[in-house]
């Protein structure tokens, strides 16, 4: 009854919460006339996305305009390029305005704010320095370096075509380097003003007719309300597992929790089990959205292998001790400070993205010390005089006792070690009970009250 009510009461919850999400959608979009969105940080997929939701929500708003707020030190070249593509084909207008003072957009920045249909610099702000590098930093391959020109050149050509914007001017900050000051860059045709904030590009660009997909338009921009679009719960949360070291530990506490469901199956009700799975589902988004390197997702998949054949063959040590160092190779490569520039996908100033070495020590470390202790317990069970209790089905018909009280489920002591156990009946047993193991499933023991048949169990 209780379980119902709390049902019930979730339900009217949602439906309430749909409702307000409903008329608070209808309030911005009646009302709403220009949006503008804050990104900072890396370009990475994350950020094309949050991009394409604002430029959708915008047109779908019916607002005057989309502002984009930038400041960034660069990022993947295939983001790049779709963020890019994204504002040029806008159904609505879209300014971009490298700001507040002391902002950046370098590398990637430059040609997402170039292809604005109008673009903006606040004072002390800078814009250029656009040379591609592999994914990991290092310099491109030739063959590989030519490649990636060949696709800045594409790119260029896309905004000089469709903005106006000085083609030689971008040019320059790719194969040079360059690098442009506010003033510098409206006068060498890369962004067309400088205002201060967003407040003063709504002033400054009053009246000012842009291109939009083939057509004409005149914004009107002089004392229209100003909205915000923040990123929701989704997006935050995909930004927090997209983190290096979150995803890193995603992936050794799923690999852990299937480790020990498959040492113990069915423990817990399979909590172990459904566990790792929903960590490696977010683990895989999470690398979704990372310039990840295939080395270390190898060496990753190997310690796993290698932990996993240790419980196979039981007290060699050698498997869990090379599985330990592949965990830890493979946290250190997971992004790929090592990896060939060949294989990484290009980059404008990438981000160091990495796993850090003090968490991947201290993981590899704890999984070292997790699989010492498992190997100590399988070398006592195979010393001389110890109980054969470990093998598999070895226990049937031994006495063991019971370290807690069993009601129906607790813990039992056999030969020096603890199990895991339940009554054959599902009835309770008191602490310090002696019992008797009649089936044994992996590491649970399903046990009776010893000396004692089931039907002269106590009722």
């Known amino acids: 009854m209780i379980i119902r009510t709390i049902a019930v009461a979730m339900l009217v919850l949602g439906l309430i919460g749909l409702t307000l999400a409903a008329f608070d959608n209808e309030a911005d979009a009646a009302s709403s006339r220009t949006l503008y969105v804050e990104i900072s940080g890396p370009i990475m997929p ?17 607002a005057e305009l989309l502002i984009v707020e930038l400041d960034t030190p660069g990022g993947l070249l295939m983001t790049t390029e779709r963020m890019v593509d994204a504002i040029l084909d806008a159904p609505i207008p879209v300014a971009v305005l490298v700001s507040p003072p002391g902002s950046r957009a370098a590398s990637a920045g430059t040609f997402i704010t170039a292809a604005g249909h109008i673009a903006a610099m606040s004072p002390s702000t800078n814009i250029g320095a656009a040379s591609p590098l592999a994914g990991d930093g290092q310099r491109l391959l030739p063959e590989n370096r030519a490649s990636a020109f060949q696709r800045i050149d594409a790119l260029i050509d896309r905004i000089a075509e469709r903005r106006g914007r000085d083609r030689d001017a971008l040019l320059k900050t790719a194969e040079n380097a360059v690098s442009y000051s506010a003033h510098e860059a409206v006068d060498a045709g890369v962004v067309d003003l400088i ?13 000012w007719s842009v291109n939009l997909n083939g057509r004409e338009e005149t914004l009107n921009t002089n004392g229209i309300p100003l909205f915000k679009i923040k990123k929701t719960y989704l997006e ?17 506490a799923g690999f852990l929790a299937l480790w020990i469901e498959f040492v113990a199956p069915g423990a817990l009700a399979f909590a172990p089990g459904i566990t ?17 390197s295939l080395i270390g997702i190898v060496l990753l998949g190997l310690a796993a292998l290698l932990l996993f054949v240790e419980t196979q063959m039981q007290g060699i040590g050698y498997f869990g001790a090379a599985g330990a160092v592949s965990l830890l190779l493979g946290g250190l490569l997971l992004f790929g400070d090592f990896t060939r520039p060949d294989i990484q996908p290009p980059s404008f100033d990438p981000p160091n993205i990495r796993v850090n070495l003090y ?18 317990d399988i070398l006592k069970s195979q010393q001389p005089g110890a109980t054969a209790s470990t093998t598999p089905d070895s ?62 169990q106590d009722p």
Not at 47 to 59: M, V
Not at 276 to 292: E, R, S
Not at 415 to 439: F, I, N
Request: hydrophobic share 55%.
């Open 195 to 207: 205002a201060l904030d967003v407040e003063d590009l709504l002033f400054r660009i009053d009246g």
């Open 236 to 252: 935050h949360f995909l930004g927090l597992i997209s983190d290096p070291n979150i995803a890193f530990i995603l992936m050794v």
């Open 276 to 292: 790792g799975v929903v960590l490696w589902a977010l683990a895989i988004v999470a690398l979704g959205n990372l310039p990840v």
């Open 46 to 62: 994350l950020t094309e996305r949050f991009l394409s939701r604002a430029i959708k929500e915008a047109a779908e708003s019916d």
């Open 395 to 456: 226990t049937i018909g031994l006495t063991a006792v019971a370290v807690t009280a069993l009601a129906p489920k607790g813990t039992v002591t056999l030969g020096g070690e603890k199990w895991t156990a339940v009554t054959s009946d599902e009835r309770h047993m008191e602490q310090g009970t002696e019992v008797q193991v009649v089936k044994q499933d992996g590491l649970l023991l399903t046990v009776k009250r010893a000396g004692t048949t089931p039907s002269e």
């Open 359 to 376: 968490l991947v020590l201290a993981v590899a470390i704890g999984v070292f010390a997790i699989w010492l202790f498992v190997l100590q």
